[in-house]
């Protein structure tokens, strides 16, 4: 399964890195990520995206989607809360479309438009459904029980019907890669 999430996370880096034509049609330098997802549209470029949780939470359980949309898998992130009763933010703009209780958890969910949805569970609010958010306003609170003894969330996030990593709108999980010192060669 872990090869499967590499391969996911190069697959992201491969999709925001892509060459530009020059003035006379020469490949120029790679594009940023920010200029990438501003071409493609419905894309959002990695780390634009801020934390639910502050301070920077631990991930207590990764993305590991499944390989067919009927068997199990973790199709999002569980991330430790500092406490339970702690404040959830809005990673990113947009408007509620769901607040109620899934099988047996507090769940909010908000649409942030480019078919984009996040969901947080257990996570109690007042908002109701059309209520608009903006990037950082409080959506919730942490309620236990997900974690077992730790508090912690489960995140969420779907374009369409296809889970995506959240940590890839918080973070950039695109490979390094190291490249030589200097220009010179050997020899």
Excluded at 54 to 64: G, H, M
Excluded at 75 to 93: H, K, N
């Amino acid at each position: 399964m872990k090869f499967r999430t590499i391969t996911a996370a190069a697959l992201l880096s491969v999709s925001a890195i892509t060459p530009s034509a020059g003035a006379a049609g020469t490949i120029g330098a790679a594009v940023t990520p920010a200029a990438a997802a501003a071409a493609a549209p419905g894309t959002t470029a990695p780390g634009t995206w801020d934390w639910p949780l502050a301070p920077r939470p631990a991930v207590l359980r990764a993305f590991d989607p499944p390989d067919k949309p009927w068997l199990s898998g973790h199709r999002g992130v569980d991330l430790q809360a500092a406490a339970d009763g702690g404040p959830v933010t809005a990673p990113e703009s947009g408007t509620v479309s769901f607040v109620g209780v899934v099988v047996d958890r507090p769940v909010i969910t908000i649409d942030h438009g480019n078919g984009l949805r996040s969901s947080f569970e257990p996570v109690e609010s007042s908002l109701a459904a059309g209520a608009v958010v903006s990037k950082g306003d409080v959506v919730g609170t942490v309620v236990q029980g997900h974690c077992a003894s730790l508090p912690c969330i489960h995140w969420g996030v779907r374009r369409g019907e296809e889970y995506l990593n959240p940590l890839s709108l918080v973070t950039d999980l695109r490979p390094s890669i190291l490249l030589p010192v200097g220009g010179g060669g050997s020899g």
